[in-house]
């Protein structure tokens, strides 16, 4: 068999060919989730003693009650899948059928909550037989494939499965991720609380509501000059590294150029696009959000797919107009003083996501 990496990498094709092709909840098993469990994990989904599908779960007085699939290991039902269809934002509704099944099935250790290209995994480990309401690790299948990630994955399959080895880093995983998305949520809004954190490192005068306004403003615009300085540092060793010398690097506000069509992608587009993501952040998958530079307009896009941009930029000089879709889906442009203003249209923006999901 193949290294996992180069099933992962296959796998993410298999995505890139097929999702967009995809209606329902049955292409999507069929398309994806079930090369997955053969492909990626290994296990043998044509042999009803390691995969089986409609696995029945008796619930309470409900009896019947049928999950999508049960990986068997050693002759017992240990990790329990619920699927949906190509689309479906896994983040927007908790998984209750899941649960539900993975409360009722005494020896389930794990339940992984899927739309194909999305995998949630769950476990216990709060409570013995009852599934955690946080996922204790993601895998999307469009993302860059990461060194980290793919060894968790590699504990997950036929040849290598380890109950003990996954749940030791289980939480560790999951607390990481839910810190991540918690940072995530406050760089697109800072709320009062982290306002009046900073407040009382920095400030030593009386909290009042308008202060703690002003402070939110202030954190966003430090969030800004962050991530700035974070891409301006990775840009300089890039070509450093290029040119072998620093100083003979062009202008700190080109940020990326082609050499083919001459386009040049700057600091303040790339700061746009990390702000938009963070954003958009809860209403699509972050890896959905793709950056494609023109000679004219910066799309930021869902999918890669230019019908499908979620904002337009048209940062020239010191001329910045931010596109935004309309109830219509025309572009409105409007100016903005710099990319920090692009908070103001956040729920423009949330919106525009929205519709294109």
């Known amino acids: 068999m193949t290294d996992i990496t180069d099933r992962l990498r296959a796998m993410s094709q298999r995505v890139d060919d097929q999702a967009e092709h995809i209606r329902t909840e049955e292409g999507t098993k069929q398309a994806l989730i079930v090369p997955f469990m053969q492909t990626v994990l290994g296990f043998d989904t044509t042999n009803v003693q390691e995969v089986r599908p409609e696995f029945t779960a008796d619930i309470g007085t ?33 998984p209750n059928q899941l649960l539900r099944y993975f409360n009722a099935v005494n020896t389930a250790r794990f339940g992984i909550y899927t739309n194909g290209i999305h995998y949630l995994f769950y476990s216990d480990l709060e409570q013995p037989n009852v599934m955690d309401q946080r996922p204790f690790f993601e895998l999307d299948l469009t993302d860059t494939i990461d060194p980290l990630k793919i060894n968790e994955i590699r504990k ?64 966003s615009a430090a969030w800004n000059q962050l991530i700035a300085d974070a891409v301006r540092e990775k840009l300089t060793a890039a070509l450093a590294r290029t040119n072998g010398t620093i100083e003979e690097q062009p202008p700190q506000d080109h940020a990326e150029e082609s050499e083919e069509d001459g386009i040049v992608t700057t600091e303040d587009e790339l700061i746009a696009y990390y702000i938009v993501k963070a954003i958009v952040h809860g209403v699509v998958e972050q890896s959905r959000v793709t950056l494609r530079d023109q000679k004219t307009v ?18 020239n000089g010191n001329r910045y107009r931010l596109g935004l879709r309309d109830d219509d889906d025309q572009e409105k442009r409007i100016d903005i003083d710099s990319p920090n203003d692009i908070y103001d249209f956040a729920d423009d923006i949330r919106n525009s996501a929205g519709r294109l999901v």
């Open 156 to 219: 997950f399959t036929k040849a290598e499965f380890d109950s003990d080895s996954i749940r030791a880093s289980a939480n560790r995983l999951k607390y990481t991720q839910a810190i991540k998305n918690e940072l995530e949520r406050e760089m697109s809004a800072p709320s009062e609380d982290l306002a009046k954190l900073f407040m009382g490192r920095v400030y030593p005068g009386a909290r009042t509501a308008r202060r703690v306004e002003e402070f939110i403003e202030y954190i």
């Open 62 to 94: 409900k009896k019947g009650e049928k999950v999508d699939y049960a990986i068997i290991i050693d002759g017992k039902p240990l990790i329990l899948i619920e699927a949906k269809k190509v689309g479906v934002v896994l983040e927007a509704e908790q």
């Open 298 to 315: 910066c799309l930021i896009l869902l999918d890669d797919n230019r019908l499908k941009w979620i904002t337009r930029l048209y940062f």
